[in-house]
């Protein structure tokens, strides 16, 4: 079955977005997916290009992590699928994935998510969300995630817990673009008139 020229284009939009995030999370991305045009997306997968063919699995530069990013068939993806991801997770050792749904996760879905969190971390993203990537708005700053090591540092160097430094939500859209968990302390460039630039830090909860 050929997809219509717009879903197919909602799809491209979706990917280009995925792979823009990975790379800024410090995924091995190369240049030419990130420059992959609407014809050679459709060139790559097929006019009659099915979701699950668009699955990825991508590994953190620096250590080999991986990730995985799914994009179920199904319009309203339930505890089934869910099910069938985490035990692929499960058999090929792997505890990170973005699922890319067309619609919200059922409750059951979204029930099981939070029942195996502990091991297997899922961060869904509808399509719509991703069309367009909010991190490269001239308005959105930028956001560097810090390492354990670089957080330590940072809460010695200034005395505090990490609980009084200004707070960011994970379920901000930019905490949610960069992965953010809880703890995780991330890092905000902003332009300055008078020092050139002005940083701050947030800690996630």
């Known amino acids: 079955m050929v997809l219509p020229e717009e879903e197919v284009r909602r799809l491209f939009k979706a990917m280009k977005t995925v792979l823009q995030m990975l790379r800024d999370r410090g995924y091995v991305v190369t240049d030419d997916e990130i420059a992959m045009t609407k014809e050679g997306f459709t060139a790559k997968y097929g006019d009659n290009m099915k979701r699950e063919d668009l699955m990825l699995v991508k590994d953190k530069r620096d250590s080999g992590e991986q990730i995985y990013v799914f994009f179920p068939e199904d319009a309203k993806v339930g505890a089934t699928t869910i099910r069938t991801l985490i035990s692929r997770m499960h058999d090929d050792n792997v505890t990170r994935a973005i699922l890319v749904s067309q619609q919200a996760l059922t409750p059951f879905a979204n029930k099981m998510i939070k029942e195996v969190a502990k091991k297997f971390q899922v961060e869904v993203f509808q399509e719509a969300e991703l069309l367009v990537n909010i991190h490269h708005h001239e308005l959105v700053p930028p956001h560097q995630v810090l390492t354990a090591e670089e957080k330590t540092a940072l809460l010695a160097r200034y005395t505090v817990k990490e ?17 953010l968990k809880s703890g995780d302390v991330v890092k905000i460039i902003r332009p300055s008139e008078t020092a050139g630039r002005y940083i701050t830090y947030r800690y996630a909860f």
């Not at 609980?163 to 992965?179: E, F, K």
């Open 163 to 179: 609980t009084q430094l200004p707070r960011i939500q994970v379920t901000d859209p930019v905490a949610r673009y960069h992965g």
